[in-house]
Structure formats: C-alpha cells, structure tokens
C-alpha cells in the first residue's frame, strides 16, 4: 500500500519568513495530494490540494509543488503569521480502484514566533 | 452549509464495552471516511462507505465496524473497547466525484477508554 513520509515534525520559524514542509509517497498510482492544518481541538482543514497533471498551485500565501518523477511534494507558507501555528499534515490518495483512501503523513507542527 | 457534523464530541468507556460513534456528512455528499488519530500513529484510514456499501477497509481488527444509511449519515462500532482504542475519531465526507476526492472533516469524536 501506499507510504507517505513527512519532513520536518517540527519547524519554528520567525514571523514573516517561510516555511516549506516536504512529503515523499511511495505508489505511483497516487493521483491527488492534499495539505491539511489542524489546530488544537478541530479537525483537519483542507488548506491546498494539487493533482497529478499540475506542477505547482498558489492560493495567496500558500503554495504546493509536485515532483511526479521524484514522487515528492512540498508546501511552501511564505510571510507567516502567528495564525500560521498549527499541525500541517500532507496526504496522498488514489482514486484508481473506485475509492478515495487518504493516506498521510505523520504531520509537522509549526511554530511562528511573534 | 453546514459542515461535517460528529457526536458526541467526548465519550469516557471503560473496557470491555462498545461505543457508536455518529457522523452527519455535509448536505448532498455521499462518501463518508472514518479514521483514527493518536499521537503515536498519526492519522489511519478505518473504512468508507458510499451509497450504505463499504468501499475500503483498513487494517483494522473486526471490532471496528460501521455502516451508512440511506441519508449518507453514517455510524461506526467499537465493540469490546481496549485502552489502545482511545484516539481521536474522525469522519470525512465527500461528494465522491471523479477526478479526485476533497475531504472535508468533522472536528471528532475524543473517545477515552479506562
């Protein structure tokens, strides 16, 4: 089955630098690659999601690059916020047998220091 | 729209009972995924359900079961709850499109067994 690792499990950075949070998978059959924040007591929110014919996705601040070759994707947060704080987790997921399994990374906790 | 909604939000067992956990997917979304969360195995795919039949399974013992009825609402079974049953749950729906599948998550289920 699919395998997804995450790097780093944890990251603190000052507030208005960027972070990048990066995740390989194993099954080249995976097809679509959400990014999930979690806060203490929610649950996951969708944050970003890119799909295997794009390379990279912006929305404001926050990007998603995908290296199909490599299987390795990224998230990119540039000037970060203290509202930035949470649990990042990535996640793969094939839609080939008719199901939409995620399968996910153990998560990055990101620290924004004021 | 409303959003995921999971109940209860908190549930104390002890072991040896069993528990049902409630998820109510967003309006006109006919998927529901269950997963378990822990701090030592992160995020792990239990099962999904789409129109009341279960799609995928994970590795989970035969004391985790679920169902979906009619309404795409959808209950999910522990049965003879052990102390490493205790996690956070969490329901995902989704339309269940092509193409790929965007889940969107309830905040969950803290279920504590003592």
């Known amino acids: 089955g699919e395998n997804v690792e995450q790097h780093p499990s944890t990251l603190s950075v000052q507030e208005g630098d960027s972070a990048v949070i990066k995740c390989t998978y194993s099954d080249s059959a995976s097809n679509y690659f959400p990014w999930y924040k979690q806060e203490l007591g929610k649950g996951p929110q969708l944050i970003i999601d890119?799909?295997?014919?794009?390379g990279e996705k912006k929305d404001q601040r926050i990007a998603v690059t995908l290296n199909k070759t490599a299987k390795h994707f990224s998230l990119h947060i540039t000037e970060t916020q203290p509202e930035d704080s949470a649990v990042y987790f990535c996640?793969?997921?094939?839609?080939?047998?008719?199901?939409?399994?995620?399968?996910f990374g153990k998560g990055t906790k990101l620290s924004v220091i004021p | 729209k409303a959003g995921v909604t999971q109940t209860p939000r908190y549930l104390i067992k002890t072991r040896g009972q069993q528990v049902t956990l409630s998820c109510s997917p967003i309006s006109g979304h006919r998927s529901v995924s269950w997963y378990q969360q822990t701090p030592g195995q992160g995020l792990q795919f239990l099962f999904e359900?789409?129109?009341?039949?279960?799609?995928n399974k994970g590795n989970f013992p035969g004391r985790f079961s679920g169902r979906q009825f009619s309404n795409s609402r959808s209950e999910m079974n522990v049965s003879t709850l052990e102390l490493g049953d205790s996690a956070l749950y969490l329901c995902?729906?989704?339309?269940?499109?092509?193409?790929?599948?965007?889940?969107?998550f309830g905040a969950g289920t803290r279920l504590s067994v003592l």
């Open positions: 890119i799909r295997s014919n794009v």
């Open positions: 995902a729906s989704s339309l269940a499109v092509g193409g790929g599948n965007i889940q969107y």
């Open positions: 359900y789409f129109s009341e039949t279960q799609r």
């Open positions: 996640a793969a997921s094939s839609s080939g047998a008719g199901s939409y399994q995620l399968t």
